[in-house]
């Protein structure tokens, strides 16, 4: 009776599953049999998770682990794959584990439903071989830089932005880590994430699936993974370039000769912003120089409507999208452009009848309630001559839905 061979290892239903891959040469059954003993942690759920944990998925890894603190919601349903109009409120780990496990029942997946921070990273990250970094901010950047340098993990980073994308491999064959391109974190405030500048949802899906083919290359050692070089995608011409980065530092503070940094710090204090990806509300104004959505309303609504300005200082393209009644546009990227101030204060004089003796309200709103802030203390040195009462409309339009107008369009 003559007897069959099997590819040590693998299950038939393998053979199959991924029978693609397995015939090519670079891989093969071995290969296969090195995915998946290979485990893999995926720190965010989102954008760039969501593609990448789902072609690791499917390409047969063995373990993934998600980490995510938030719930899914119906602004991430254009980009975050792996999530459902049903799973709205629901966990963005769990979310994204039933669409893997629906793929590919064959792999192990481990959720965290937390948000890294020192205290738990190295316990978190030294249970896995490779680490993807799919967040959005700049604190959990040098957090996972660090962990990853000092447990000797490769550091698979992308990050996606309107229509351009990055990617790199940090902390492997004597690359540099990300403190050797960026000893000190940039001012908070000129940091723009997807939720401020946009996102087309595809360039996140180019990234994030790229960051799985950086995986697979580095677990099957095939390949030039994208050590020391940074690859750049820009969406409107579809157009790849891959540019050189600056070598590992020798007196880097983590990876260097003689790292200063041998325990994790507390990366909030040192970037000055949190480690979320949530919006941080900015606090530059004392509490009488805020107006609530509530007490707004009252004035929109009294029949005998009180002399004001209303400024709005979202761009032109979100003003398309929603706007208060009688609201006067000045974009906050034109804000101290003399023409603008021109007619902000023709606008005042318009609503004064006597300047010298009437105290004139100036309200200034925007998405949220931060540049709104920042622009009160813009016009607080730009118009200093006028009689104006100037103030901002605390959590702007976002509140105004919440808590005044539940009609009014979020985005």
Same mark, same amino acid.
């Given at each position: 009776?003559?007897?069959?061979? &099997?590819?040590?290892?693998?299950?038939?239903?393998?053979?199959?599953?991924?029978?693609?891959?397995?015939?090519?040469?670079?891989?093969?059954?071995?290969?296969?049999?090195?995915?998946?003993k290979?485990?893999?942690?995926?720190?965010?759920?989102?954008?760039?998770?969501?593609?990448?944990?789902?072609?690791?998925?499917?390409?047969?890894?063995?373990?993934l682990?998600?980490?995510?603190?938030?719930?899914?919601?119906?602004?991430n349903?254009?980009?975050?794959?792996?999530?459902t109009?049903?799973? %709205?409120?629901?966990?963005?780990?769990?979310s994204?584990?039933?669409?893997?496990?629906?793929?590919?029942?064959?792999?192990?997946?481990?959720?965290?439903?937390?948000?890294?921070?020192?205290?738990?990273?190295? #316990?978190?990250?030294?249970?896995?071989?490779?680490?993807?970094?799919?967040?959005?901010?700049?604190?959990?950047?040098?957090?996972?830089?660090?962990?990853?340098?000092?447990?000797?993990?490769?550091?698979?980073?992308?990050s996606?932005?309107?229509f351009?994308?990055?990617?790199? %491999?940090?902390?492997?064959?004597?690359? *540099?880590?990300?403190?050797?391109?960026?000893?000190?974190?940039?001012? *908070?405030?000129?940091?723009?994430?997807?939720?401020?500048g946009?996102?087309?949802?595809?360039?996140?899906?180019?990234?994030?699936?790229?960051q799985?083919?950086?995986?697979?290359?580095?677990?099957?050692?095939?390949?030039?993974?994208?050590?020391?070089?940074?690859?750049?995608?820009?969406?409107?011409?579809?157009?790849?370039?891959?540019?050189?980065?600056?070598? &590992?530092?020798?007196?880097?503070?983590?990876?260097?000769?003689a *790292?200063?940094?041998?325990?994790?710090?507390?990366?909030?204090?040192?970037?000055?912003?949190?480690?979320?990806?949530?919006d941080?509300?900015?606090?530059?104004?004392?509490?009488?120089?805020?107006?609530?959505?509530?007490?707004?309303?009252?004035?929109?609504?009294?029949?005998?409507r009180q002399?004001?300005?209303?400024?709005?200082?979202?761009?032109? /393209?979100?003003?398309?999208i929603?706007?208060?009644?009688?609201?006067?546009?000045?974009?906050?990227?034109?804000?101290?452009n003399?023409?603008?101030?021109?007619? /902000?204060?023709?606008?005042?004089?318009?609503r004064?009848?006597?300047?010298?003796?009437?105290?004139? *309200?100036?309200?200034?709103?925007?998405?949220?309630?931060? #540049?709104?802030?920042?622009?009160?203390?813009?016009?607080?040195?730009?118009?200093?001559?006028?009689?104006? #009462?100037?103030?901002?409309?605390?959590?702007?339009l976002?509140?105004w839905?919440?808590?005044?107008?539940?009609?009014?369009? /979020?985005?």
């Open positions: 009776m003559m007897t069959s061979k &099997r590819a040590n290892g693998l299950e038939n239903e393998e053979i199959t599953r991924y029978s693609r891959q397995l015939i090519l040469p670079e891989i093969g059954v071995q290969g296969q049999l090195t995915l998946k290979t485990s893999v942690l995926i720190v965010g759920a989102g954008g760039l998770g969501c593609p990448c944990a789902i072609y690791l998925a499917a390409a047969g890894l063995g373990k682990g998600l980490v995510d603190y938030d719930d899914v919601e119906l602004n349903l254009h980009r975050q794959i792996l999530h109009e049903e799973r %709205v409120n629901v966990s963005k780990a769990d994204a584990a039933q669409s893997i496990s629906q793929l590919n029942s064959l792999v192990t997946i481990e959720t965290h439903r937390t948000q890294l921070n020192k205290d738990n990273a190295k #316990d978190i990250i030294e249970k896995y071989e490779v680490i993807v970094d799919a967040t959005d901010n700049v604190a959990t950047r040098y957090l996972l830089n660090d962990a990853c340098v000092l447990l000797k993990k490769p550091l698979v980073s992308g996606a932005l309107r351009e994308g990055q990617l790199t %491999v940090y902390s492997h064959e004597g690359g *540099p880590c990300y403190r050797c391109l960026f000893p000190s974190p940039p001012p *908070p405030d000129t940091v723009t994430n997807c939720s401020d946009g996102v087309l949802g595809v360039v996140p899906g180019v990234i994030g699936t790229l799985a083919l950086e995986v697979m290359k580095i677990a099957l050692k095939i390949g030039e993974p994208l050590v020391g070089r940074l690859l750049l995608f820009d969406a409107l011409p579809c157009s790849f370039r891959t540019i050189k980065l600056r070598p &590992r530092k020798d007196d880097c503070l983590v990876c260097g000769k *790292p200063k940094i041998t325990q994790l710090i507390d990366y909030e204090e040192f970037c000055g912003a949190p480690a979320c990806d949530k941080a509300g900015v606090h530059l104004l004392e509490p009488h120089q805020r107006l609530s959505v509530q007490a707004l309303q009252e004035i929109l609504q009294r029949k005998e002399r004001h300005l209303l400024i709005d200082v979202r761009s032109e /393209i979100e003003m398309d929603c706007a208060l009644p009688e609201s006067l546009n000045v974009p906050m990227s034109k804000l101290e003399a023409e603008s101030i021109s007619m /902000i204060c023709a606008e005042i004089a318009h004064q009848i006597n300047p010298q003796q009437d105290l004139l *309200p100036v309200y200034v709103v925007c998405r949220k309630g931060n #540049d709104s802030q920042k622009a009160v203390k813009l016009l607080e040195g730009l118009l200093k001559d006028k009689n104006i #009462d100037l103030k901002d409309i605390k959590g702007g976002h509140a839905t919440r808590e005044v107008d539940s009609s009014f369009p /979020i985005y």
